[in-house]
């Protein structure tokens, strides 16, 4: 880590603690997540404090993934600290996706918004399980997508599209092949449009994103041929660009929730007194908090061994998923944990430890289940020793 990164995480710190923390009890929330007033109120004092989306340099340039992991962990160190700098998902995947794989014309006007703060986005890919659409399995994609003159007209219906109540950009992936052939595609959308109707913000265990996650039916969407992301029929190809990041940046952030909940954890149990002695001074308190000392530091390892395999240039896919796995199972015990060291109080709705463990729990779903990741590695395992045993008998 460079001087200047170091100083620069100190100031997204400093701006966290001071600044953001004091707006947790903030009443402009609901059970979808925070308003939009609120997002824009905290935006311009992170405007202010020459914080706002920390991960991308004045010139356009990204920061390389270990030097966004040190900043984004500090951001995470509140629920609300992405949401005030712009870090938050899917803003910060889809500003990646866009920097890399955008034309200049599409930069300007979706991307350049949403690295300045002005506008959230979405990122449309999920599909309703009910309805047998997309999921962890994206070859199951059911929205369609087809050419009609100089448009592209897309029907079909998604779920679990976080942020979208409230979003102005929308990244839409459907089917631009054939039922039988499938060829998925990306589309940039303005929002809101009367052709993407939410049906339903969903009620789900997590509650830090804005907007929500909603269940949208779209019908007839028209969008014209210059919106397209890429090329027709790359839409895998560019959603493995933003795969990776995508997956470590999560961790990022949730590792800075979970270093918050110890330290919380950590103040309870040094002060509260139960049986003659400091809580700490039993030992199924002490040797939590220690095993979760020994969690957060293999994260962290996890997450900066993940950062440097992508900035030699990899797509890093297993080890994105590798670290996905770890990082998201030892943040959920180390968030359990710091909720039992704090007992009653742990779990009072809307103590930060049990916020922290929501979103945590969440985690382990959102962006790939644990059980699809290592399915996925076991197909590599496999995958790998047959050919190493082909090259044996060669």
């Not at 962890?136 to 979208?164: C, Y």
């Not at 929308?170 to 993407?196: Q, S, Y």
């Not at 149990?269 to 039993?282: E, G, K, V």
């Not at 797509?315 to 796995?325: P, R």
Request: charged share 25%.
């Amino acid at each position: 880590m460079t001087e200047d990164i170091r100083e620069f995480a100190h100031k997204v710190e400093t701006f966290i603690r001071e600044v953001v923390i004091p707006y947790e009890k903030d009443p402009r929330r609901d059970s979808h997540g925070p308003s939009d007033e609120l997002v824009m109120e905290l935006r311009e004092k992170a405007r202010a404090a020459g914080v706002l989306t920390p991960h991308i340099r004045p010139d356009g340039t990204h920061l390389s993934q270990r030097d966004t992991a040190t900043v984004l962990r500090k951001t995470g160190l509140s629920l609300l600290g992405p949401v005030a700098c712009n870090t938050m998902a899917p803003d910060e995947g889809n500003m990646f996706l866009l920097g890399k794989t955008a034309s200049a014309a599409q930069k300007q006007r979706f991307l350049e918004p949403l690295v300045a703060g002005r506008a959230r986005s979405a990122f449309f890919m999920t599909e309703p399980a009910e309805e047998d659409g997309a999921g962890s399995d994206p070859s199951m994609l059911k929205t369609r997508a087809e050419l009609q003159g100089d448009h592209w007209v897309i029907n079909g219906r998604k779920a679990f599209i976080t942020g979208v109540k409230g979003a102005k950009i929308g990244i839409v992936m459907a089917n631009t092949g054939t039922p039988e052939k499938l060829a998925a595609t990306m589309f940039l959308v303005d929002l809101p449009n009367p052709a993407l109707k939410i049906d339903c913000v969903l009620d789900t265990i997590d509650n830090s994103m804005p907007g929500g996650h909603a269940v949208i039916t779209i019908e007839n969407l028209r969008i014209p041929h210059d919106q397209v992301l890429g090329s027709p029929g790359e839409g895998f190809k560019l959603a493995q660009v933003r795969l990776s990041p995508a997956r470590l940046s999560h961790c990022m952030r949730w590792l800075g929730a979970c270093i918050r909940a110890q330290e919380i954890a950590t103040a309870y149990a040094c002060r509260r007194r139960a049986f003659s002695q400091l809580l700490i001074d039993h030992e199924g308190v002490g040797f939590q908090l220690a095993d979760n000392l020994i969690d957060l530091q293999q994260a962290e390892l996890m997450i900066d061994w993940c950062a440097g395999v992508l900035d030699g240039g990899s797509l890093g896919t297993a080890e994105s998923s590798m670290t996905k796995v770890a990082v998201a199972d030892a943040l959920f015990r180390v968030a359990d944990r710091c909720v039992q060291v704090m007992g009653g109080t742990g779990v009072i709705r809307d103590a930060i430890v049990e916020q922290v463990f929501r979103e945590v729990r969440a985690f382990r779903i959102y962006d790939g289940p644990t059980e699809v990741h290592k399915w996925s590695l076991a197909k590599k395992i496999k995958r790998e020793h047959l050919k190493a045993v082909a090259r044996g008998s060669a």
